[in-house]
């Protein structure tokens, strides 16, 4: 039994015609009835009655369909399940950032557009100093972390960490002028 045969017999059975059926399914008419025939030897069973006028499913048609659909719709949702995990449009991401990234403009406009590209993957955010993050990637409780690491931090010798610069920035000390400095 092949899986084109299941969902054969299940347009057919749905139309009613095997010509309407072969349309649906872009078949060619004569190729989609070798088929349904060449299953319903090696299942032993006549799974339509046929005359010149109408299709009928037969009792055991009407088992087989019964199964045949359910297992259609799970191949169905195996395949779009597949094609999700590929395609990383689901899943989970555990991201943790320091306040001082969180409360920056960039950061909810960068999480608002990558929600909108890939609506079905949940980010979890929360903020965290930024001596907490290297050990918590280590220890697989985050996916990713945005914050300042030392550089022993990024780069211990047993489990090193792959970091990329985001960006740089000036730090000043602004004083009054007539400040003592």
Known sequence: MELRQVRYVEAVARHLNFTRAAE???????ALSLQIQRLEA??????????????QLTDAGRT??????????????LDVRLRDITDASV???RLAAQQSVTACGALPA???EFKSARPGVDV???????????SLLRQG????????????????DSER?????????????????????
Not at 24 to 30: G, I, K, N
Not at 42 to 55: A, D, K, M, N, S
Not at 124 to 134: D, G, H, I, K, Y
């Open 24 to 30: 649906e399914l872009f078949v060619a008419q004569p």
């Open 42 to 55: 090696e299942l032993g069973v006549p799974l339509f009655e046929r005359t010149t006028r109408q299709v």
């Open 64 to 77: 087989f369909l019964d199964s045949a659909q359910r297992l259609l719709a799970e191949v169905d949702d």
């Open 91 to 93: 899943g989970r991401v």
């Open 110 to 112: 960068l999480l608002a």
């Open 124 to 134: 979890v955010l929360c903020e965290e100093p930024a001596s907490n993050t290297a």
């Open 141 to 156: 409780r985050l996916d990713l972390a945005l914050a300042q690491l030392d550089d022993a931090d990024a780069t211990p």
């Open 161 to 181: 960490l792959d970091a990329e610069s985001l960006y740089q920035e000036d730090v000043v000390l602004a004083v009054a002028t007539d400040h003592p400095c």
